[in-house]
């Protein structure tokens, strides 16, 4: 795990702002930009919400599709000048929403926006208590080729067993949760990865939701199966570690000492 650092983002909208914000990373994902902004918007039309969209360095048209998209939609596009992975992309466009309710799903459109509205008002209900919750998608049904398919699901199971995480399918893009929440969390590289367990960390709430999950239908994948296992190890293990650095502090006023009737003269 590398720490991770992120340049100072200005404000890109004005007006009261909206009561969710759809931040989605993005890299060498042009054709699917307009078709799943458009797919957001049919989501969340009852819904005063922007849709963020960090472009991480991309080689492709993703940049000028984002534009277009924000001609048209209540969209903030974001750039990297270089790619720094899948995280500092979601720190990046979560620093500049505004809504306190963040919804965040993967630029490839295998996630569903459809399941947005569903999976924030679960994260809504767990939060009534006063407890900051996440509600994250399960992928039930994967879309994907059987050699990730099995990869996927023994690294959950490795996972959930040393982090205590309690989530099936901790590596779906879909998940919904309070901005100060996440802005709170310790920052490195392939944190989204583990984004249940730091909430967990933090005193958080975390449930699960079954999502759809769609096959991709435009572009190709940022990432192999091998390199995903080459830094999952030592993310793992870094992990742990912050899990058994930390103790959650409860701080409680001091209450002044009881006295009792003064000496009778």
Known sequence: ???????????????????????????????????????????????AHEVVCVDDGSSDETAARLLEAAARYPVVALRHAASCGQSAAIVSGVRAARAAWIATLDGDGQNDPADIPRLWARARAEAAGGVPAMAAGHRVTRKDSGVK???????NAIRARLLGDATPDTGCGLKVFPRALFLDLPRFDHMHRFLPALAIRHGARVVSEPVNHRP??????????LDRLAVSVTDLLGMMWLQR???????????PAATGPGPRG
Do not use: C, H
């Not at 931040?23 to 009852?46: K, Q, T």
């Not at 650095?245 to 209450?255: D, G, H, M, N, T």
């Open 1 to 47: 795990m590398q720490p991770m650092t992120t340049a100072p983002v200005p404000p890109f909208a004005s007006g009261p702002p909206p009561l969710l914000s759809v931040v989605i990373p993005m890299r060498n994902e042009g054709p699917n930009v307009l078709p799943l902004i458009e797919e957001i918007a049919a989501a969340l039309r009852d819904t």
């Open 149 to 155: 398919r099995v990869t996927s699901r023994m690294a």
């Open 216 to 225: 991709r239908l435009r572009g190709r994948s940022n990432y192999g199966t």
């Open 245 to 255: 650095r930390w103790k959650r502090p409860v701080a409680e006023p001091i209450a």
